[in-house]
């Protein structure tokens, strides 16, 4: 079983960065896939930008130029950095991580509590 812990979020005026965590712990054999999405308040929750175990990083249209994901294998976090943020931004971010429980294990999802991230204009 894995915890996905979320910090970071907060409020921030628009054109303002933050700087989202998510610390993976429990027992796994792996992670091979941490990402996060996020759900704007009225909509469903949607991909912002994913890392896979190889370090190849996949990000929304919208998010393009501003976010980078990031992890630190050794210390089993991963990170996105928010820069440029604007009003459409806010919403809960939430930490979905794909782990192995053992070697031959299929991959199962886990998600965090959410993060809320909130951008004035």
């Known amino acids: 079983q894995v915890q996905p812990l979320e910090s970071g979020g907060g409020l921030v005026q628009a054109g303002g960065s933050l700087r989202l965590s998510c610390a993976a712990s429990?027992?796994?054999?792996?992670?091979?896939?941490m990402a996060w999405y996020r759900q704007p308040p009225g909509n469903q929750r949607e991909l912002v930008a994913l890392?896979?175990?190889?370090?190849?990083?996949n990000y929304a249209d919208s998010v393009k130029g501003r976010f980078t994901i990031s992890r630190d294998t050794a210390k089993n976090t991963m990170y996105l950095q928010m820069n440029s943020l604007k009003p459409d931004d806010t919403a809960v971010y939430y930490c979905?991580?794909?782990?192995?429980?053992?070697?031959?294990?299929?991959?199962?999802?886990?998600w965090g509590q959410g993060t809320q991230v909130t951008v004035s204009s």
């Open positions: 890392i896979t175990d190889g370090g190849s990083t």
């Open positions: 429990g027992s796994f054999y792996s992670i091979d896939l």
């Open positions: 979905k991580i794909g782990s192995r429980k053992y070697y031959y294990s299929g991959v199962s999802n886990y």
